[in-house]
Each structure stands twice: as C-alpha cells, then as structure tokens.
T-cell receptor, first 113, second 111 residues
Framework: DTAVSQTPKYLVTQMGNDKSIKCEQN?????MYWYKQDSKKFLKIMFS???????INETVPNRFSPKSPDKAHLNLHINSLELGDSAVYFC????????????FGSGTQLSVL | DQQVKQNSPSLSVQEGRISILNCDYT??????FLWYKKYPAEGPTFLIS?????DKNEDGRFTVFLNKSAKHLSLHIVPSQPGDSAVYFC??????????FGAGTRLTVKP
C-alpha cells in the first residue's frame, strides 16, 4: 500500500495546454506539499496545505494552482503550460511533530513540448 | 538564493569503507537538518535528522555531524554497502517549516 501516490508518473504535453497531477496520501498526515525538482536538481517547495489552508507559496506563477478536496488529497493544476515548466514534480506529506519529516511520492516527470 | 549547498555532485567509495557526504548552509536560523536518500524513479525518503542544538546523531551505520560555527554538516555511512548507492539530499528547516534542500550528491558504492 503506497503511502503517498501521485499520478501520472509521466506527462508529455504541448505548450499552452492545461494539465493536472493528482496526489493522495493514506498516512493520515496533516500537511501536504508540492515540490519541483528543476534542471539543476534542486528540490524547491511550491505549495503546502494544512487543514485545507495554503500556508506556503514560494513565488510560484499563478498558472499553478493547488486544489485540496480533503486532507488526504492535494492536486496540482497547471494552466497554459510553458517550456520552462518541464521538471519533475513531487508530492509530499508530513505530520505535525518535533521534526517535520516529509514522505514523498515517486514523482511526475512533466515534459512540455 | 540557495541557502543549503552540496558542493560535491558525486562521490564514489569502495564497499566496506566510509562514505562522507557534506553540506553547507548560510542561514544560522535553521533549527533542524535532515538527510534524505533517493533512488532512481522514486521520491526521496527520510534517512536521519539532527537538531541545531546537537552536534551528533547516530542511527546504525549512519551518523550526522553538525558544526554550527562552520555552518556545515556531514553524513557518515560506515561501512558503505552497494545498496547505499543513491542520491543524498541535505535539507534544513526554519521553525520546523519551510524545508530547503540542497542539489544532492550521487553516491556510488563499488563492490
């Protein structure tokens, strides 16, 4: 039983399209995140949601919008895709505690042509 | 503005020897430091952490050392095993939030 699962694993699309990536966690965690791993391999936080409230947004273009229908899901919608959006996107979750360990999904490789 | 830096993109060691992965940071307000391990086509998985008030934390073959004055931490793996071959990410948190990651170091352990 996968703890944090995201779909699809690979996504190839044309510039200008709108796409979504889904994420679900079955760990009962309070907070979910989206990270982007860019071409230089840095993992950069995009969003986090805690009890349906956005608590971090790191200067991400408003073409990206997180949607959380419930505590176990945080989907990522991307409008008007651009070439520079090509990257690996990771969903993650964590529980409140002394050390905030993240549990990651296996990633979605997005290629914009 | 990369506040967490891993300056060695790769490291190769012989099985049974020690692997030392290094990480530097710039923000003295970081309160926790973590190491994650990543295999190809998988997400990073948590390995070990250390509070900023400690200088060492050990878990089996893995030990993390923190030198606050130098703003430097390192992960020691001993003895190294071929299954340890992966990309290792250093991360740091502010107020137990806002986790910042380095670019990772690819470790190869040769049999």
């Amino acid at each position: 039983d996968t703890a944090v699962s995201q779909t699809p694993k690979y996504l190839v699309t044309q510039m200008g399209n709108d796409k979504s990536i889904k994420c679900e966690q079955n760990l009962g965690h309070d907070t979910m995140y989206w990270y982007k791993q860019d071409s230089k391999k840095f993992l950069k936080i995009m969003f986090s949601y805690n009890n349906k409230e956005l608590i971090i947004n790191e200067t991400v273009p408003n073409r990206f919008s997180p949607k959380s229908p419930d505590k176990a899901h945080l989907n990522l919608h991307i409008n008007s895709l651009e070439l520079g959006d090509s990257a690996v996107y990771f969903c993650a979750s964590s529980q409140e505690g002394r050390v905030k360990k993240l549990f990651f999904g296996s990633g979605t490789q997005l290629s914009v042509l | 503005d990369q506040q967490v830096k891993q300056n060695s993109p790769s490291l190769s060691v012989q099985e049974g020897r020690i692997s030392i992965l290094n990480c530097d940071y710039t923000n003295s307000m970081f309160d926790y430091f973590l190491w994650y391990k990543k295999y190809p086509a998988e997400g990073p998985t948590f390995l070990i952490s250390i509070s900023s008030i400690k200088d060492k934390n050990e878990d089996g073959r893995f030990t993390v050392f923190l030198n606050k004055s130098a703003k430097h931490l390192s992960l020691h793996i001993v003895p190294s095993q071929p299954g340890d071959s992966a990309v290792y990410f250093c991360a740091a948190t502010l107020n137990n939030n806002d986790m910042r990651f380095g670019a990772g170091t690819r470790l190869t352990v040769k049999p």
